[in-house]
């Protein structure tokens, strides 16, 4: 019997923006923020099945910068760095497809209300592994 497992996509999309020169994390965020600047957050947001072996990822990522101007031009820098994954391997992780829903915005955090922050959503297709049960 095979079986279909899907990708961890904060995992493989934190990966690949740490590759590229992004500053990236998943939860939890570092306990001192303000000191692991510029910081971008990859988060799930749901998803599903598109195909037998394709799995579509909604993802949410927000940017923190020590500036306003910071935030914005390091936000538009990943959203760059994440379309640029469209096609690539990323550690046994074949991405499929990168859809940008929403250009970066600002995003005031309640919990880091001195630090600017920057937000942007994304589709990301990733191949799941396909293997036999033993």
């Not at 095979?2 to 939890?28: E, F, K, M, Y």
């Not at 947001?45 to 914005?72: H, K, M, P, Q, S």
């Not at 994304?122 to 396909?130: D, E, K, L, N």
């Amino acid at each position: 019997m095979q079986l279909v497992t899907p990708a961890d996509a904060d995992d493989v999309i934190q990966r690949w923006l740490n590759s590229v020169g992004v500053h990236a994390c998943a939860q939890p965020l570092p306990h001192d923020l303000a000191s692991s600047l510029p910081l971008t957050l990859v988060q799930g947001i749901g998803g599903g099945r598109a195909d037998v072996v394709r799995d579509v990822f909604n993802v949410r990522l927000y940017t923190w910068a020590e500036t306003d101007a910071e935030a914005a031009a390091e936000a538009a820098r990943v959203a760059a760095s994440l379309q640029a994954m469209e096609r690539e391997d990323v550690g046994g992780a074949f991405c499929r497809s990168v859809e940008l829903n929403a250009l970066p915005y600002p995003a005031h955090d309640i919990n880091h209300p001195d630090l600017p922050r920057m937000c942007f959503t994304a589709r990301v297709g990733i191949a799941a592994s396909v293997g036999n049960q033993d």
